[in-house]
């Protein structure tokens, strides 16, 4: 049911974990299925240099949110924005359509960090 690139990250998920003194977290939930993810950013002259991520989730969440970090890594502030979950789907190679939602969760998480991190530059 699950492809071998889900499969991946959901085993070895990369840029676990939290980053100290983010320059944005981000944090998103789905009311339905009770899955939370949190996306940390370091950015420096609007470059993320570092992503880190924690799920409290499913399988599917962990793997998209890994592949999400990996997709945004070293791009910048605008780039990163433009990550939909369909690409992240594409990343994986798909996702069983009941997971689609996941995918979706890692896009907002994203979105919601970059979105911190340009309320906090704003108020500097
Ligand atoms: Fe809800 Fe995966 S089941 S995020």
Same mark, same amino acid.
């Given at each position: 049911?699950?492809?071998?690139?889900?499969?991946?990250?959901?085993?070895?998920?990369?840029?676990?974990?939290?980053?100290?003194?983010?320059?944005?977290?981000?944090?998103?939930?789905?009311?339905?299925?009770?899955?939370?993810?949190?996306?940390?950013?370091?950015?420096?002259?609007?470059?993320?240099?570092?992503?880190k991520f924690k799920t409290f989730?499913?399988?599917?969440?962990?793997?998209?949110?890994s592949i999400a970090t990996e997709?945004?890594m070293g791009k910048t502030v605008?780039?990163?924005?433009? @990550?939909?979950?369909? /690409? %992240?789907?594409? +990343?994986? $190679?798909?996702?069983?359509?009941? &997971? !689609?939602?996941?995918?979706? @969760?890692?896009?907002? /998480? %994203?979105?919601? +960090?970059? $979105?911190?991190?340009?309320?906090? &530059? !704003?108020?500097?």
């Amino acid at each position: 049911m699950y492809t071998e690139k889900v499969m991946d990250h959901f085993s070895a998920p990369r840029n676990v974990g939290e980053i100290e003194n983010a320059d944005g977290i981000g944090e998103v939930g789905n009311a339905q299925c009770g899955d939370i993810m949190k996306i940390y950013l370091k950015i420096e002259d609007e470059v993320i240099k570092d992503v880190k991520f924690k799920t409290f989730g499913c399988g599917a969440a962990i793997a998209t949110s890994s592949i999400a970090t990996e997709m945004i890594m070293g791009k910048t502030v605008e780039e990163a924005l433009k @990550l939909t979950n369909k /690409a %992240v789907v594409e +990343a994986l $190679e798909g996702l069983p359509p009941q &997971k !689609l939602h996941c995918s979706v @969760l890692a896009e907002e /998480a %994203v979105k919601a +960090a970059i $979105e911190d991190y340009q309320k906090k &530059k !704003l108020n500097k």
